[in-house]
Every structure is written in structure tokens, then in C-alpha cells.
């Protein structure tokens, strides 16, 4: 009788997460691998078709390693523009619904540009 309880319980919180999944269509999609990074500035790097190729790849979260200042004989930590790139292609499911990209922090001036338009920005934060 047991036995037959917990199985019930299994098959209703399958069916639950079932009926959930049905009613709430969102999605959630790693999107911290892949990721093309420069230190220093890239004119043109807004634009879809620039060529970062030999960019090193990164995962996120990323920051800028600590760079040596050899002249001061310390470590600095690196001010100045960073580029990071990411191609990627949508799955077919999308196609007519809205998509939404979520960044958990970005350090200064930040800039977001998608396919060549800049998106969005946000100064002095972290």
C-alpha cells in the first residue's frame, strides 16, 4: 500500500510539473559559454560582421585580470575598454515570440548591442 502511495505521489507531481510546464512557456538558456573577448578598444566591434576571430573565448561571468604594472612595481587593475562578443542562432521555436536577455552585472559603462543596434546602457555600476 506503500508502495502504491508513493507512486501515485510520483505520477502526480510528474503530471503537476506537466500541466506547469504547459501553462508557463518560458525558457531559460545558458548563455554564459562562447563568449569572444578584447581588452582595449575595437572600432567597428558593434557591428555583426566585424571579425573577432582571434578574440580569446571566455565563459561568464569574466572580469579583466589584474595586469601587472611593473614600472610602479604593483598590481593595477586594468582601466579601459573591454569588448565582449557573442554569436549565437536562435532555435526555429522562437520564431514570433519575444526573447529576453538578462546580464547580472557589467562593471562602469556598459553598453548592450544586438545585431548592430545599440540596445541599451548603464553607467558607474557593477
Excluded at 510520483?10 to 503537476?16: Q, R, S, T
Excluded at 572600432?43 to 561571468?61: E, H, M, N, R, S
Excluded at 601587472?68 to 562578443?85: L, N, P, V
Amino acid at each position: 500500500m506503500v508502495r502504491l502511495m508513493k507512486m501515485s505521489c510520483a505520477i502526480l507531481i510528474a503530471l503537476a510539473v506537466t500541466l506547469i510546464a504547459q501553462t508557463n512557456p518560458r525558457q531559460t538558456v545558458r548563455f554564459s559559454d562562447s563568449w569572444k573577448f578584447y581588452k582595449g578598444d575595437a572600432t567597428g566591434a558593434d557591428q555583426v560582421t566585424f571579425p573577432d576571430g582571434t578574440w580569446q573565448t571566455v565563459c561568464l561571468p569574466h572580469t579583466v585580470q589584474l595586469e601587472s604594472a611593473k614600472t610602479h612595481g604593483s598590481y593595477d587593475y586594468y582601466h579601459g575598454y573591454c569588448w565582449y562578443r557573442k554569436t549565437f542562432y536562435p532555435d526555429a521555436l522562437w520564431q514570433g515570440k519575444k526573447a529576453f536577455l538578462e546580464f547580472e552585472a557589467g562593471m562602469q559603462t556598459t553598453e548592450v548591442w544586438v545585431n548592430g543596434t545599440k540596445k541599451t546602457s548603464c553607467q558607474y555600476n557593477f
